[in-house]
């Protein structure tokens, strides 16, 4: 009985460490996403060469795909410090894209989107690791949400409807926010204990974040449209 205990103890002390590499690839993510969003909306340079020429904003967008798809796909097959570079990659390509919300929005807007997400994000993210409940079950219906999302963004860039703009808007925040419980309890169990400090281990942590990573975002742009007050 004591036995099974310590087992059960170190089982779930051996998960608390990988979460937290989890976290820290996605906090180091979102920082070098922030950093270079926010240094390079300072440049007027900057922004006309990416902003003004629809063939550069194209070619960022596209590279965006490329790196994260790659990662999905072939995580398996490249090594530790590929999926890092991968990864940190796409994270800055994502900040090149972003700079145009320090210039359309206010700080105070920005700020208030940012904190609303990280208390939203942390409060579903802490849910999913400490549950019980298998949290299965929830990702067919977060699946259609996204569909959901993606076809109606589609639609509304040809329809320009403001009442589909801002339902697919508070969907959105619906369904990031279940996506960040649900990952989250995925992530959690999708470590493979007695892997610790290999390269399959750092790679599955690599993995994690970029879930955690793309739900924060996302999340964030959603509550951005609600709070964003134009400049």
């Known amino acids: ?43 007027e340079t900057m922004m006309r060469f990416m902003f003004g ?57 920005i700020s208030n989107a940012f904190f609303t997400t990280a208390a939203m994000f942390g409060a579903m993210s802490f849910y999913g690791y400490t549950t019980k409940k298998d949290l299965t079950s929830w990702g067919s219906f977060l699946f259609m949400g996204l569909i959901g999302i993606v076809i109606g963004s589609v639609v509304n860039i040809f329809w320009a409807s403001s009442a589909l703009y801002w339902l697919v808007t508070y969907i959105g925040v619906i369904v990031f926010t279940g996506l ?32 955690l990573y793309l739900d924060f975002i996302n999340l964030f742009l959603m509550l951005l449209r609600i709070f964003g007050r134009r400049d």
């Open 53 to 109: 020429n629809p063939m550069i904003f194209m070619g960022l967008f596209i590279g965006e795909l490329f790196a994260v798809g790659y990662l999905a796909v072939a995580i398996k097959k490249m090594s530790a410090s590929t999926a890092t570079f991968v990864f940190m990659l796409y994270a800055a390509l994502n900040g090149l894209t972003l700079s145009f919300i320090f210039i359309v929005y206010t700080s105070a807007a």
């Open 1 to 43: 009985m004591l036995q099974d205990r310590a087992i059960s103890q170190e089982i779930a002390e051996e998960q608390r460490r990988f979460m937290m590499k989890v976290y820290n690839w996605m906090s180091t993510a979102l920082l070098v996403t922030a950093l270079i969003a926010y240094f390079v909306s300072g440049s």
């Open 180 to 211: 960040t419980a649900y990952d989250t309890q995925k992530i959690k169990q999708m470590n493979i204990i007695g892997n610790e400090g290999t390269d399959e281990d750092k790679k599955e942590a690599i993995m994690g974040a970029l879930r």
